[in-house]
Structures are given as structure tokens and as C-alpha cells.
């Protein structure tokens, strides 16, 4: 279905009509939705870019982070921003729909007052109406796609592979995907993306002989315009993730091998070239410092919703760098003025797609609700009622990792419980009711399994060590991304300006001091180890689940949250 200009905002004006939309008066509804969406084409060449959704297919609630620390160089730099900070920084009126989407600030007030936001069916409506007013323009996904909900696990994907082609995507690149291992990704590549959808990482190749395992670029012609994406997957792939979910691939950085791809695609013809990436925004910006000839990064993987790009000086130029955020939140959309073979000028958007002002495409919706039929009643389970807000974005934790927190503890009967630092995960708000899909939206993995270790206070220590050092080291090209452990029962302080091996202090149990040479018992989940799996293991949704069920009505609940030193100031803490 394609809509014109006029029926979209009369769509808008019902919407307003209807209290759901940004203004009270339907009038000047539809006039802010218009020039929120419909934005002016400029030059031949337009980029649509999408990352990090999570396989969330219907509208939710996603609160940012009010903590997001920069520290070294990267402090009070973007994407190191948070609240009125980052409002600031970018020139956004508070109390403005954009100010809800790009902040935590006022959220649950505002989330009621402005809806949920992404959905793929109205990130269809969007889609197409900027693909009809820019002919040739591609879409991009950045990655993290097929992985986040139990609708994803449960079709082993198939769900979002069939909802990225009808959405229309033309290119993608890859992280959580690799969880479904190797011969599913490359089955989906060669099946269901054939003649469709490109996948391309430069920086994943055979572990034995260093062969491409998928295309390290396509060109596409945009308007008479050669244009290049150069794919870049999350480079640490194997240790974030189980590494026997990808024994025969090797990953990396690799901006050697991208200098390389980049020259390649140049002499080629490509008149501009675009990576395609999931490093992290940290590391792209570090890249494009270092890499020649790169036009735009357009990055995933830190889900950070950066509404203007950072341009970043190198030898050969300049290099824009973006991040578009997670959850199907938000769309990026890059128009480029492509002049006797060269970008001469660019227009960028960060849109956050307001569920309540894009209408519903029907194609779409009907494809979803196919989809989701076999598994309504399970997903709709009712485990509980939560008093609180319940969220997961945050350097350090979140209301949700901390109820998955409490029901580790409770259940295993721990002492300490550890929650990896996704950061993926929808919101909550006061008030809703917890269902499994909630449950499932924090949890889905193809590795779930709980386990109970006995751990030295020593080795507690470095655990906690080493994950702070992939957080705050301050080589970007060191941090391998996520949050910081999150830490269940263990006070402890922490310093992320220390060097590696200082930044964790004063752990302490009950108020006493841990014991280097202790063991204590430490609750977890998610092991990456081959180990772990061969063990099994109950899966977590079904510990916090029976913890929910028995609980009936969950409290807000304080944070187990570090006390941080040498942070007085940071503009990336509220």
C-alpha cells in the first residue's frame, strides 16, 4: 500500500483527534506530525537506516539511559549525553516530543502522553513514504534484528527474516544473529535473502584460511550514483557471545582490511562509500579517524539515539559518524548531494516513530498477526503486576535486571547474583501487568541456562574487574560492549577513570568486607561457555517466572547500584 502526502496527515488529524498524538488540538497535530515526517528530499542520494530493533515486531515503551559515562577523552562527548545535557548539546526544546524520545526525562508522564513508539508496521508506513518521495533510496539495517523476543526464538528467526523482507530491506549487517549459529545465519542468506537482501562484513572471515564468509560490500546504483556499503559486524563476536556458536568464523576490527575494502570499492567506481556498522559508536568514531575515504558510518550496537551526526576529520576528508538508536525507536534517514563524484553536502534526520501518529500498514499488520497466532496464549501469560517502573538502559543497572536480580537470588538461594549488561530489553510502566512476552523480551536467548558457581571473593573480583575494563577502557577499540555486570546482594565501589584492575573496591556483603579467599555462592545466567551448555540448566524466563508468579505484585524495588568515584560532573549521569 502506498499513501500519499494528503492521506498521511489526515490519518495524523484522526489520530490527534483521538488524544493520542503530540498537541491536544487535532489542527496543530497534524501540522507538528508533518514536519516531524515529512521531510524535504534533498540531493540524489538518500540512505534509510534502522538498527538494533531486537525483533520487537509490535510498538512498545523504551526508556533511555540516565546513565551513559564517558570517561578520558570520550566524557561529555556524544554519544555521552544524557537528559538536559544532551538536550543541550543538540538544540532540543525540553518538553518536547523529541525530548521524550532522545531522554529518560519526565518518562513515564510523557510515555503515557505520547504513546508507544516503533512497531513494524508503522515503521512500514514510514518506510514507504520516504521511499516514495526519495526514488532509489536503500534501507539499511545495522543489525541485532532476528534476536530479543520470544516470537524470535521460538520461529528461530523466521519471524523477523520475513518481516525485514517485507519491510523492504536491501542490506544488513550482523551481531545477535551468529546466536542462532552459523549454518541458520547462512541458510537465511542463501534462501530466504536470495535476490533480496545483502548481508556484508568485511570483518568476518573463515578461521582456517581467512576466506570471506559473506560479501564484504555490494554496489548499488542510486540515481545514476554508485554507491557503496561496506559492511562491519560486531567485532568481538566469539567472547560476547558463546563462541561454539561460531567455532569456524573469526571476527575483529580489522580497519586495516576495511582501508583495503574501501580503496577496493573506489576503484570500482563506487562515487561514495557507507559502512555499515555494528561496532559501537566509541569505536566508529575511533575508526573513522583512522580509515580514508569513508563518506558516513551509520552505527548500531550501543543503541544510542544520537539526533544529529558527529563529523570526524581524517586524512582523506571527513567521515560522519551516527548512531540510530534500538528497539525499531527510531529511523535514520541521510540524504546526500553527490557532486562530479563526490559528497558535497548532506541532510540528516534521526526520526522516532511515534506508534500513535503512523498508521498501521495493513500488509505489515496482517503479516505480524499471522505470525504471532500459534503463540498469543503463550506470550499473554499473566506472571504478575508491577507497582514500578520497569526498564533495563543504564551503564550500571536497571529495574528490570534488578528484579531478575532478586529472583536469582531468591531462587538459588545465593548469596550474590550476576545479570549480564544487555542492553536490550522494552519498558514498563506503573501499573502493567507482567506477561511472559515481557518476561521474554529481557531474557530470549539461545543460551538461557541459570547457574549456581562457588566463587572465591578473589575471583568475584576479577569478573568484576574485567567487565569494567571492556566498558570504560579508554581505547575504544578495547570495549566489547554491554553494560556492567549487574550485581545482585555485592555493594562494592568503583572508579572508571582507574587503570585495569583498580576500578573495583570496597566489595562488601552484608555490610562486611569480602573475603579474597572466601568462596561464596554466586547465582548467574547466560554462560558462554561450551561447558555451561553440555550442563544445561533450568532457563532463566522459567526461574523469574515461578519468582513472579509467586510474587503476584512487584514493588518498586531500589537499585543495587556501585558507589562511583571521580564521576561529581559527568554529563553522562543524571
Known sequence: MSMNRRDFLQVLAVAAAGGLALHSNPSEAAKAAARMYDLPRFGSVSLLHMTDCHAQLLPIHFREPDVNLGIGPMAGQVPHLIGENLLRHFGIRPGTPEAHAFTYLDFVKAAKTYGKVGGFAHLATLVKQLKASRPGALLLDGGDTWQGSGLSLWTNAQDMVDACKALGVDVMTLHWEATYGEARVKEIEEKDFAGKVDIVAQNIKTADFGDPVFKPYVIRNINGVPV???????????????????????????????????????????????????????????????????????????????????????????????????????????????????????????????ANLIPADPTMDALIKKMRAPYEGKLAEKLAVSEGLLYRRGNFNGSWDQLILDALLAEKNAEIAFSPGFRWGTSLLPGDTIRMEHLLDQTAITYPWTTVTMMSGEQIKTVLEDVCDNLFNPDPYYQQGGDMVRVGGLQYACDPNAGMGKRITDMRLGGKPIDASKTYKVAGWAPVSEDAKNAGGEAVWDLVARYLKGQKVIRARPLNLPTLKGMAGNPGMA
Open 228 to 354: 557503496a556499503i561496506v559492511g562491519q559486524a560486531f567485532p568481538y563476536t566469539p567472547i560476547a557471545n558463546p563462541r561454539w556458536q561460531v567455532p569456524n568464523w573469526s571476527y575483529g576490527i580489522q580497519d586495516d582490511n576495511l582501508q583495503k575494502v574501501v580503496d577496493e570499492a573506489r576503484a570500482a567506481g563506487a562515487q561514495v562509500v557507507v559502512v555499515l556498522s555494528h561496532n559501537g559508536m566509541d569505536v566508529d568514531l575511533k575508526m573513522a579517524s583512522r580509515v580514508r575515504g569513508v563518506d558516513a558510518i551509520l552505527g548500531g550496537h550501543t543503541h544510542d539515539g544520537v539526533p544529529a551526526p558527529v563529523i570526524v576529520k581524517n586524512a582523506g576528508g571527513q567521515t560522519l559518524v551516527t548512531n540510530a538508536g534500538s528497539n525499531g525507536k527510531y529511523l535514520g534517514v541521510l540524504d546526500l548531494d553527490v557532486k562530479a563524484g563526490k559528497v558535497v553536502d548532506f541532510r540528516y534526520k534521526l526520526l522516532p516513530v511515534f
